[in-house]
């Protein structure tokens, strides 16, 4: 039991919001990189986030373990993307800080989601029983690469809402 719910139940939550957290992350991503701030996507994805990892730690665990350690960083991660974003509103280097941590955090997401499906889906763990096989290695160097080119671009690309300028017009007497 956690939480009042049996262990699959449990699970099943924590899956269902770490899916959540990666859909809604992809979405942030997608559009940073075409400047579009998408706040409420935002809001979901890093409260998702934040409840993937509070989730991961109600799991039964003997010690430090590396999903443990995951789950720290992200943490740390997403205290700077929150602080980025909301209370330093992305000003000057902010904007590139939270874009950064952000999408470091949407990575360790899907880097968890790779290790997952390869323990979980017997295909997948068929081709790669240890996870130190070439298939399951191809998989995480794809990801991080894709996750490293992406979160350069979108630091590139991603601006903050542009400052509206209101002028009033007048009229001739």
Same mark, same amino acid.
């Given at each position: 039991m956690v939480l009042g719910m049996s262990l699959a139940t449990y699970t099943a939550v924590h899956v269902t919001i770490s899916l959540v957290a990666i859909l809604s992350g992809l979405v942030v991503l997608y559009g940073m990189l075409k400047a579009n701030s998408l706040n409420r996507t935002t809001a979901l994805f890093l409260t998702t986030t934040v409840l993937t990892s509070v989730t991961?730690?109600?799991?039964?665990?003997?010690?430090?373990?590396? *999903?443990?350690?995951?789950?720290?960083?992200?943490? !740390?991660?997403?205290? #700077? =993307? @929150?602080? &980025?974003?909301?209370?330093?509103?992305m000003a000057g280097i902010w904007r590139k800080t939270y874009v950064i941590s952000a999408l470091t955090a949407l990575y360790l997401n899907v880097f968890v989601l790779v290790v997952q499906s390869f323990e979980k889906v017997p295909a997948l763990k068929a081709? *790669?029983?240890?996870?130190?096989?070439?298939?399951? !290695?191809?998989?995480? #160097? =794809? @990801?991080? &690469?894709?996750?490293?080119?992406?979160?350069?671009?979108?630091?590139?690309?991603?601006?903050?809402?542009?400052?509206?300028?209101?002028?009033?017009?007048g009229k001739a007497a």
């Open positions: 991961g730690f109600g799991f039964p665990f003997m010690g430090i373990t590396p *999903a443990i350690k995951v789950g720290i960083i992200s943490l !740390v991660l997403l205290a #700077v =993307a @929150v602080i &980025a974003r909301y209370p330093l509103r081709t *790669a029983p240890t996870q130190k096989e070439a298939p399951f !290695v191809a998989a995480q #160097v =794809a @990801v991080f &690469a894709a996750f490293v080119v992406l979160t350069y671009l979108a630091a590139k690309r991603f601006r903050a809402e542009p400052l509206t300028i209101v002028k009033s017009v």
